[in-house]
């Protein structure tokens, strides 16, 4: 057998190690039995995989079986910033709606305020103007505002067919079908007829009725006639046709009529039973032109239904409806700017003022009266139609008495 090799640092032959290691005899594989076996103490080196004891299992408990270890939870990251949602999200379009229906209603109601604005004044430039100064002497400046309102009844601004409709019969000339004077200021307005029947002086012309002073001077003689008749200053000139006053009943969808008594008059085009009812613009015309059926006091009665129907018109025209409603509110812009004529020097607002002042002439908000008279024959009634206008004139309308103010004029 060959020399057993020896490695640098290994035991020497002959020592103990040496033959612990190869045996003392040569050849032999084992050691000998003579010399048992001991450790061989060598330095401990930290890499050095130890076995670890065991714990004895106590006697009669059975071996479960192993189970398989549970895979490593991966390690947890920390938690990423939220990204911006991108354009187009849900939560971005719930922001946006809010903001898009804000901004949307403003611009709905900016430009309902330039509607309401715009209407009147593009209306107003169609209004038609005439000169009804009188020159001359006239009453000094009044408190309060007083206007002088007329109701023609030329049939020039109708149509042959709109004339056999309303039963207004052929053109025949300029005269005042209705008058009425409307006083506001710091009282309680006041509505005054004046019955076209009534007899008067007319400058230059001699004592006559009324109306024929618009008839012979137009205007500016009827507004003379008024004023040195009663003293009252007038400040604002309005005239409305036929054609117009129908035109603006239609336009609030009709007003509300109480005749007193069943009225049929074929010239007129009215047929009517008496009660409270509603009225459209053919038939309110109807009522407040009617002569033959007012057969108790006549003109008187006339003026008291024309009386009615104006101021119905302007209490229907002031509901919030007519704001909410554009078509009616356009409608009845351009009817009134087809239907009124008036004075020259008349603002906008002045007659912004005569149409809410018109709305207020009824129950607790305002009077209508009859011009104080002494008979059916429309004579006026020199002592309480003087009281009466001195209220006017000092803007004493709180004050005046009831049996100044009667709806025909006559004495309570």
Not at 23 to 30: C, L, R, Y
Not at 212 to 224: D, I, M, Q, S
Request: hydrophobic share 35%; with cysteine; net charge positive.
């Amino acid at each position: 057998m060959a020399d057993r090799p020896r490695g640098k640092g290994g035991p020497e032959e002959g020592t103990p190690e040496y033959q612990w290691l190869y045996g003392s005899g040569k050849g032999s594989g084992s050691p000998s039995p003579a010399e048992p076996t001991r450790p061989v103490s060598r330095p401990s080196r930290p890499d050095e995989t130890r076995m670890m004891p065991t714990t004895p299992r106590p006697s009669g408990a059975r071996a479960e079986p192993r189970r398989a270890s549970a895979p490593a939870a991966p390690p947890r990251q920390p938690p990423s910033p939220p990204r911006p949602a991108p354009a187009g999200s849900g939560r971005s379009r719930g922001r946006f709606r809010p903001r898009l229906r804000l901004g949307l209603l403003r611009w709905v109601f900016l430009l309902w305020l330039v509607f309401l604005v715009a209407v009147p004044f593009w209306a107003w430039g169609k209004v038609d103007k005439v000169d009804a100064d009188p020159g001359g002497e006239r009453p000094a400046e009044q408190p309060g505002t007083t206007y002088l309102m007329v109701g023609s009844d030329s049939r020039g601004d109708l149509t042959e067919e709109q004339r056999k409709d309303l039963g207004t019969g052929g053109d025949v000339g300029q005269r005042t079908d209705t008058i009425m004077v409307l006083h506001t200021g710091s009282g309680p307005n006041v509505l005054m007829s004046i019955p076209r029947d009534s007899i008067v002086p007319i400058p230059g012309k001699g004592t006559s009725k009324i109306n024929a002073a618009y008839a012979w001077g137009g205007p500016k003689l009827l507004v003379e006639t008024i004023e040195q008749n009663t003293g009252i200053r007038i400040d604002h000139y309005v005239e409305v046709g036929f054609g117009g006053f129908v035109d603006m009943v239609d336009a609030v969808g009709g007003v509300e009529i109480c005749p007193k008594q069943d009225m049929k008059d074929p010239q007129a085009k009215l047929d009517i039973a008496k009660g409270c009812q509603e009225a459209d613009g053919r038939t309110a015309l109807g009522y407040a032109r009617s002569r033959k059926t007012y057969t108790q006091l006549g003109d008187i009665d006339r003026a008291r239904a024309q009386r009615e129907v104006v101021s119905a018109v302007g209490s229907t025209a002031a509901s919030p409806w007519t704001v909410v409603n554009p078509v009616r509110y356009y409608r009845l812009a351009m009817a009134t700017a087809k239907s009124f004529t008036v004075s020259e020097g008349t603002s906008p607002l002045a007659f912004a003022r005569f149409g809410w002042a018109m709305t207020r002439v009824d129950g607790d908000k305002g009077l209508t009266c009859g011009i104080p008279i002494r008979d059916t024959a429309v004579n006026w009634d020199a002592e309480r139609s003087k009281q009466f206008f001195t209220h006017l004139i000092e803007d004493d309308t709180e004050s005046i008495p009831k049996d100044l103010c009667t709806p025909s004029g006559l004495p309570r």
